[in-house]
């Protein structure tokens, strides 16, 4: 039987560094990579197209990461249960940093021909493939090691993003400036090459990071042959996958629709001025950034279940009155209309980790959790904004995409109820559990006082 070797748990402060660094290095590279593709890519890996058609083929590198992810979640994920948390996120991480390092330092079109674009899909697919890991894995090792009562609060570290997407803002703008004219010849591959610095920074603060007691546990007590296959994983846990991919989805569709398709229909055809959107994005993203813990703490105090609907109910809400308020043409209706959007947002997302996770023994958690969240983000939130369009286009009207965001979040909020029903119940079990403590504690009081 296999075992590991066990260290004392990590601190929790160790840990939060850890869950935000994720997140940070995640969002980093997404945004420079997209921020790439629209001004650079399409010019240095495919200059023998049109401008439209280089942008467009740039942006299909893009999406590779998307189509990815599905496919690093069940590789990873079966590596995660099978070998442990600590080694396969080193392992997802490395090939995160290797892809971004290779971005950074690939020769162009112009070096070595139709070979620079296929090795820019080749290092986009392994960044996706990584991405489809990281974020289950690095969830699990902050619930797995966190402290009763906190798994909520601790895995949302995970889910906070606006420091890589400021830090990839600012790194792409100091490039620009720096290098001027030269920024297109070689100074967009220093804020891939700071990337790399970044993942050097992650990795340290990983190396100290073991395996939970609860999986070395459930590992040690069964072998090899025992452990749950794939594809006994996939139909003995089908239906929390499944429900899992509508709360994901129902979430990513929300946002997703409404921050692409939206923005794009404020300033294309509503004439909101193009600054002062991304303004009111930033502040939003700043407002999601605190909001995130926050509700991962009030997951924590009163239930997952309760942050989850509440965060699909603000969607619901939303739907139908957003393209009205966004056709006022007030900027700060936009603001109000961004920051609702974060909030929301951060409902949904922060108990995800732990309410993912609760569903599946630890030897099949790590598989369970990546496959809820990276398949539904690929094939739900990847195609948000071209169903957005194709809706529109085929009726000519918003209101289409207003029931195509009540429909997914009405379907996420059933889904999030019905997962967390065991979880519910074992809530209000230990609520009775403890009531009945207490009150048998004060009658030994009252009658300890009377003899």
């Given at each position: 039987m296999a075992s590991s070797t066990v260290s004392r748990p990590p601190s929790q402060r160790r840990l939060i560094i850890a869950g935000i660094s994720t997140s940070t290095i995640e969002y980093y590279d997404f945004l420079l990579y997209g921020t790439m593709a629209a001004l650079v890519f399409n010019k240095v890996f495919f200059p023998s197209f049109s401008s439209a058609a280089g942008t467009l083929a740039a942006f299909a590198t893009f999406a590779f990461g998307f189509i990815a992810r599905p496919i690093g979640s069940l590789v990873f994920g079966r590596m995660g249960d099978r070998l442990g948390r600590k080694r396969t996120l080193m392992v997802s991480l490395s090939l995160m940093g290797f892809s971004t390092l290779a971005i950074g330092l690939m020769p162009t079109y112009e070096m070595i021909g139709i070979a620079a674009p296929l090795l820019l899909v080749a290092m986009r697919f392994l960044q996706g493939l990584s991405l489809g890991g990281e974020w289950a894995g690095a969830s699990l090792v902050l619930i797995e090691n966190s402290k009763p009562g906190r798994e909520n609060f601790m895995a949302s570290m995970v889910q906070i993003g606006s420091l890589g997407l400021m830090l990839s803002s600012m790194a792409t703008t100091l490039a620009s400036k720096f290098t001027g004219e030269h920024f297109i010849t070689w100074g967009w591959r220093l804020p891939f090459l700071l990337g790399f610095v970044m993942f050097l920074f992650t990795f340290w603060i990983r190396r100290n990071i073991e395996d939970s007691a609860e999986y070395t546990e459930a590992k040690g007590?069964?072998?090899?042959?025992?452990?749950?296959?794939?594809?006994?994983?996939?139909?003995?846990?089908?239906?929390?996958?499944?429900?899992?991919?509508?709360?994901?989805?129902?979430?990513?569709?929300?946002?997703?629709?409404?921050?692409?398709?939206?923005?794009?229909y404020a300033t294309t055809s509503l004439g909101y001025n193009r600054t002062s959107v991304l303004d009111a994005l930033t502040l939003a993203a700043l407002v999601y950034s605190v909001a995130i813990p926050v509700a991962g703490w009030c997951a924590d105090r009163w239930s997952p279940r309760i942050v989850l609907v509440t965060g699909f109910v603000f969607g619901v809400l939303l739907s139908f009155p957003f393209f009205w308020l966004l056709g006022l043409g007030v900027i700060g209706v936009f603001v109000g209309l961004a920051m609702y959007l974060a909030?929301?947002?951060?409902?949904?997302?922060?108990?995800?980790?732990?309410?993912?996770?609760?569903?599946?023994?630890?030897?099949?958690?790590?598989?369970?959790?990546?496959?809820?969240?990276?398949?539904?983000?690929?094939?739900?939130?990847?195609?948000?904004?071209?169903?957005?369009?194709?809706?529109?286009?085929?009726?000519?009207?918003?209101?289409?995409?207003?029931?195509?965001?009540?429909?997914?979040?009405?379907?996420?909020?059933?889904?999030?109820?019905?997962?967390?029903a065991q979880d519910?119940?074992?809530?209000?079990?230990?609520?009775?559990?403890?009531?009945?403590?207490?009150?048998?504690?004060?009658?030994?009081?009252?009658?300890?006082?009377?003899?």
């Open positions: 007590q069964t072998s090899p042959e025992a452990q749950l296959s794939l594809a006994k994983t996939l139909t003995s846990y089908w239906k929390p996958i499944v429900l899992g991919f509508f709360v994901t989805g129902g979430g990513v569709v929300v946002y997703f629709t409404i921050t692409t398709y939206g923005i794009a909030l929301s947002h951060a409902l949904i997302q922060a108990p995800q980790a732990v309410v993912y996770g609760r569903q599946f023994p630890p030897l099949a958690r790590y598989t369970g959790t990546a496959l809820s969240h990276a398949l539904p983000t690929a094939v739900v939130g990847g195609t948000a904004p071209v169903i957005a369009q194709a809706l529109l286009n085929a009726t000519g009207s918003n209101l289409a995409l207003s029931i195509y965001i009540f429909i997914m979040a009405s379907l996420g909020a059933a889904a999030a109820y019905l997962l967390t519910s119940v074992a809530r209000k079990q230990a609520k009775v559990a403890q009531r009945g403590i207490a009150e048998k504690t004060v009658s030994g009081d009252t009658l300890g006082a009377k003899r």
